[in-house]
């Protein structure tokens, strides 16, 4: 094993089996870029790409954004998750790409499963995007951005705390430049900048996607919103 792992105990939080599974060392951590939708790219091995441990025995996930695992949930799960999966021991080791895809698919699945709120479900997505972006799947990223868009966006029509809306209008506003919907980027600006209660510090940063979104798009009336 290389330096840069090491070997966590987790205990499941599904059937109590403590396990060992393969974290990424705090000190072999190196950003080499971080990107406007916030994926973070590394020198060396991905932190996030280990986040989530899988429990070898039943292939319950730990992921610290899951909400409390009530009866009910378990009863669903157990029926329409547990009784499905294999082969998932292996990924308490160390994790190709295509082990991480699978990792936040699983993840996606559990969460839609056990009705997880919708900004856990669209972290999830863009967690999706990005390995698919990692792979230079740009059709993949696609989908899975607009996935990551629509839950962005339920959370903002159902969300009840004030506070979060100025970072999930930056959101909406980022994978709408990424996908390239001209008209949803510019009526989501218009929207954020006039918005009183988003601090001034978010609307800039819209402000400066959107100046940069504008000096790349062609063949649009620009002067709309300013
Ligand atoms: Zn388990």
Known sequence: MSTEFYDATVTCKYCGTSFKTRKVRTSAIRVDKRESDYH????????????????????????????????????????????????????????SID????????????????????????GLALRIAWTYREMGNNEEEARFLEQALEYYLKEFQEGQDDSKFGSLMYMIV???????????????????????????????KISDRWQDYKATYCGKDLSVVD
Request: glycine share 4%.
């Open 99 to 122: 082990d991480v895809l699978r990792i936040y698919k699983l993840a996606l699945f559990i969460a839609s499963l056990t009705e997880e709120p919708p900004l856990v479900i669209a």
């Open 174 to 204: 980022e994978l709408n430049i990424r996908l390239n919907r001209y008209e949803e980027v510019r009526k989501w600006v218009g929207n954020a900048i006039s918005n009183k209660s988003i601090p001034r510090d978010i609307k800039n």
């Open 40 to 95: 973070v790219i590394y020198k060396g091995a991905n932190p996030m790409h280990y986040d989530i441990s899988i429990c070898p025995r039943c292939g319950y996930l730990m992921f610290e954004k899951f909400g409390e695992l009530t009866d009910h949930k378990k009863k669903v799960l157990e029926e329409k998750y547990m009784s499905k999966i294999r082969d998932f021991s292996r990924l308490c080791g160390e994790r």
